[in-house]
């Protein structure tokens, strides 16, 4: 090369941009972090995100936000607050709403957890919050066509004691019914009620059936199957014409009227 030409210059590569921590498509949903790191289910993460009490690196999170495994998540001591205030609530339920979800029209018994319609003898006096009409679950069965007491709770360990598989839990029914047959109710019929009737191919539980008066029997049961009275008194010629639920364990439905609630009472034991 001639000494008095320059070297060629080198050509050096351009330098990468560097990459991202993560993006919308990588990292885990918040919820769910949070749920495995155990500090809530992802329904109550889902609340308390949007309640403003989740920080991820120091920023407010955002509803469906993702993150990476080791992100430093800071949660309000207000949410924990929150998760230990879980609400259990007893309804009379009117005729023609449903225990659970809506269905063929009709609408769930907790929309009727309102303001509104909280009884206001209530003796817990509790004030209400919004919160504590969110993620009700009936502890049991009611039929529309019923009425009486029901259980709606946001407390897992209540209702799987209400109506779990080993639950014996007592139900006490009052039902007004018409005998079908001439004459009353045979005392035979009577004694099969309490135990012998089968339903479905199984053989129900024993149950305590007595007369409250010339037309209404009142049923004490250990089991819940579906529109189980109405169906063992069809079994014995009873037409059913009114049934209503006032007892469950040792909570009763008292003179809670008809379309309102209260709450269960720190003290109240199923």
């Not at 639950?167 to 004459?183: A, F, I, P």
């Not at 010339?214 to 049923?219: N, S």
């Not at 819940?224 to 040792?250: A, D, F, P, T, Y």
Request: proline fraction near 8%; charge should be positive; charged fraction near 30%.
């Amino acid at each position: 090369m001639p000494r008095d030409e320059a070297p060629p210059p080198q050509v050096r590569p351009a330098p990468r941009p560097p990459t991202p921590r993560t993006s919308d498509a990588e990292g885990i949903r918040l919820s769910k972090l949070l749920g495995d790191r155990g500090l809530a289910s992802r329904r109550e993460a889902d609340d308390w995100i949007a309640a403003g009490w989740v920080k991820v690196d120091g920023q407010m999170a955002v509803l469906g936000q993702r993150v990476l495994p080791d992100a430093k998540i800071e949660v309000d001591p207000q949410a924990h607050n929150q998760q230990a205030q879980r609400v259990t609530i007893l309804l009379n339920k009117p005729i023609g709403y449903v225990s659970g979800q809506a269905e063929d029209g009709y609408e769930p018994a907790s929309v009727l957890v309102t303001a509104s319609t909280h009884w206001p003898d209530d003796p817990h006096r509790r004030p209400f919050h919004p919160g504590h009409a969110r993620h009700l679950a009936p502890a049991g069965r009611l039929d529309i066509d019923s009425t009486g007491l029901l259980v709606l709770t946001q407390d897992g360990r209540i209702a799987k004691h209400l109506i779990g598989e080993d639950s014996d839990v007592e139900k006490e029914y009052l039902v007004r019914v018409e005998y079908q047959g001439e004459g009353t109710l045979p005392e035979a019929d009577l004694k099969r009620l309490q135990y012998g009737l089968m339903l479905d191919g199984k053989q129900l539980k024993p149950a305590k059936v007595s007369w409250a008066n010339e037309d209404q029997l009142r049923f004490v049961l250990r089991e819940g199957r579906k529109r189980q009275i109405r169906r063992m008194c069809e079994l014995v010629g009873l037409k059913v014409v009114g049934l209503k639920r006032v007892r469950i364990g040792s909570v009763v439905l008292g003179k809670l009227p008809v379309g309102q609630w209260r709450y269960l009472g720190p003290h109240e034991r199923f």
